[in-house]
């Protein structure tokens, strides 16, 4: 029996408002989740093209989830997205031609060539870049919640993590002490129903990831991970809530894994029909008819977000490609910090 | 200068940063109300109140974790592990994320671990351990061991300012059992830098940690032979001070590398090959190496004696260098 709280969706334009976004803020919750959807879309053409070392992961049916809970975070706000949450990384501000960079494994990217894929992340923009080892980023992002708490800053932590990760005791050591502590800590679980090729059912035996919250001693919600305007007011609730000391929520946003685990997987472990039923409730598709049933998005503006989109990601790789390759040279350098490493903003 | 042990040299160490620096906190398995389980933070917690002496729930990885966060957030924070044998439990954290996070992504993450480590008071196999090799194996990670009370003082506030995450291995059997003077003022102890325990012309032994007593008690029994024996303490296995291990080993010639930690993979070997590979003409006889069996740490009395390196075993592998 589902013990957390089921999260509905925004009817109108008004509903929107009072949760905190107006009419031009909509439209570029629009615009990054088609950034993100295509950034992660070149992506796979430059792996195709034998552009990108290793392995390629994306995101799609996720972008909801992702740009909902980012458009939720203050700016001094930090999280820690992980491989499905390139929105995340987009709303935040990070310029795409440097994702393509990361991708290919070139200089400009902001690892440098060291890590690849979405292992990365901008410090100044907020976030801290995510390791394969899932979910470990959950106990790092606690950290900054304790640090926020400490400090007694009106700021507010944001973790991730797959309904996958959380059968690891990261989840639950990271849930103990954010609920015994009452930290302003957001834990955000995109349930995409597949670890692997492993279902849900073999992961957690609750009905969702979610009920566990109240275990912890906080708030459980499930929303639908499609609707970018309900998960963006879930998150914006839970992060208001964090920053006013209300402690810890889990949101677990629900949706389906679109693509396999990474480029190599075909999925034939997931049912057909369920791909079909869920590419009904295509975050995209079903937040650009919502803008025009309830916002009047035109027909010139949906053109030329979509144009401006399009460009922008064009000159985005075109810049990448020419980004060099990392020098072999410095291979080793900066495995320590010096003491002028720590001349950072956060470090002051 | 004061006499302390070194257990409260430890504990004036951390005071002294966490007055001086407002970032600098603890968080720890009973490290506030009670003190540690060590008694090395007693009293902190009235002094610094309940949210820079943090009585975490008994989970390691999120109390490394979270240290981590915490880190790259600004703050300096300090971690206590109850036994340096829990740190397996955050194993993964340390290696996975602290480690990595400055080479990879560019942020640094200046943490300390405290570890208290060793053995020689049964113990046994889970809270006696030595696991400073382990670690000085991952690139990223600084471990700190120190052997007297004026470098636990010296060296735990380097470790503090460090930028980096650092394992502080504090052994046990020193806590109570070693006291010294102990400079009241701050200072630091540079990592890295190696410590003369004892100056000698015919052998030389590299050893660190609780070591350092047995080597020393085993020098003064060769003094009768007429063997002068050099300790050479390392302080830091990572970074560790090969330039100081080197110039010793061309002054006697010959060496003993010593350590509580297991043999096989244990850093003597390190060691040891680096004196193979850049002081082999020096050597008047092959490096030996002296440490615990591959075994895990036994709980009898009787077991452990036979398990920890003892003065006798330090006499005999210093005679045979010495006869050679």
């Known amino acids: 029996m589902a013990i957390a709280r089921e999260a509905q969706p925004v009817g109108s334009l008004h509903e929107v408002r009072e949760a905190g976004l107006d009419r031009e803020d909509l439209l570029g919750v629009y615009r990054n989740m088609l950034v993100t959807r295509g950034v992660e879309e070149r992506g796979h053409i430059l792996y195709r093209q034998g552009k990108i070392p290793g392995s390629f992961y994306t995101g799609r049916g996720n972008e909801a989830a992702a740009v909902g809970v980012a458009t939720a975070m203050g700016p001094d706000d930090v999280g820690t997205p992980l491989h499905r949450d390139m929105g995340v990384h987009i709303v935040r501000g990070v310029d795409p031609w440097r994702i393509f960079a990361q991708y290919m494994g070139r200089q400009d990217g902001p690892t440098h060539g060291r890590d690849g894929n979405v292992h990365m992340a901008d410090s100044q923009l907020g976030l801290i870049a995510m390791v394969s080892h899932l979910p470990a980023m959950l106990p790092v992002a606690v950290g900054c919640a304790l640090a926020f708490r400490i400090r007694e800053e009106a700021r507010v932590a944001v973790g991730w993590f797959g309904e996958g990760a959380s059968a690891r005791g990261d989840a639950h050591e990271s849930m103990t002490l954010a609920g015994t502590r009452k930290l302003p800590m957001v834990f955000v679980c995109d349930n995409n129903q597949w670890a692997y090729s492993t279902p849900t059912h073999y992961e957690f035996a609750t009905e969702h990831v979610a009920d566990r919250a109240e275990a912890y001693g906080f708030e459980g919600v499930v929303v639908d991970g499609t609707d970018v305007l309900a998960v963006y007011r879930e998150a914006k609730r839970a992060i208001d809530k964090a920053r006013a000391g209300g402690g810890p929520t889990l949101v677990e946003c629900l949706t389906l894994r679109m693509e396999g685990h990474a480029v190599h997987d075909d999925a034939f472990y997931v049912p057909k029909p369920l791909f079909e039923r869920w590419a009904e409730n295509d975050p995209i598709e079903r937040f650009r008819t919502w803008l025009r049933d309830n916002a009047d998005l035109t027909d010139e503006e949906e053109d030329e977000i979509a144009s401006g989109v399009k460009r922008q990601l064009a000159t985005a790789l075109e810049r990448a490609e020419e980004s060099p390759q990392p020098d072999p040279a410095n291979l080793t350098q900066g495995v320590f910090a010096s003491p002028e490493d720590l001349d950072t903003p956060h470090h002051k | ?324």
């Open chain 2, 1 to 324: 200068m004061a006499e302390l042990t070194y257990l409260q040299a430890i504990s004036d160490g951390l005071r002294t940063e966490m007055r001086r620096d407002k970032r600098v906190f603890l968080i720890g398995e009973d490290v506030g109300v009670y003190g540690g389980a060590f008694k090395v933070s007693l009293g902190f917690q009235e002094e610094f109140g309940p949210w820079r002496v943090i009585d975490a729930p008994l989970a390691e990885t999120a109390i490394v974790g979270g240290c981590t966060g915490a880190a790259i957030m600004g703050l300096r924070p300090v971690a206590e592990m109850q036994f340096a044998d829990f740190i397996s439990c955050a194993w993964d954290h340390l290696v996975t994320v602290a480690a990595k996070q400055r080479w990879r992504a560019g942020t640094p993450v200046p943490m300390v671990v405290r570890l208290p480590s060793g053995g020689g008071f049964s113990g046994g196999p889970f809270h006696s351990q030595n696991p400073e090799s382990s670690f000085a194996h991952i690139p990223g990670l600084k471990c700190v061991c120190p052997a007297t009370p004026e470098d636990a003082k010296g060296l735990l506030i380097s470790a503090i300012e460090d930028p980096n995450p650092v394992l502080y291995f504090e052994h046990k059997h020193l806590y109570r059992r070693i006291k010294g003077e102990v400079p009241e003022e701050r200072y630091t102890t540079p990592l890295g830098k190696a410590r003369t325990h004892r100056e000698g012309d015919d052998v030389s032994v590299i050893t660190w940690g609780a070591m350092v007593y047995t080597a020393e008690e085993a020098a003064q029994q060769l003094d009768s032979d007429g063997v002068s024996v050099e300790i050479l303490d390392l302080r830091t296995v990572m970074p560790w001070d090969k330039a100081a291990v080197l110039e010793s080993v061309r002054k006697t010639s010959k060496v003993l590398v010593l350590h509580e930690d297991t043999r096989s993979g244990g850093f003597g070997g390190e060691i040891a090959a680096t004196i193979a590979e850049e002081a082999f003409e020096d050597l008047d006889a092959p490096v030996k190496r002296l440490a615990a069996p591959d075994c895990p740490v036994p709980f009898s009395p009787v077991l452990e004696k036979t398990y920890i390196p003892q003065v006798d075993d330090v006499v005999g592998a210093l005679r045979e260098l010495a006869e050679y």
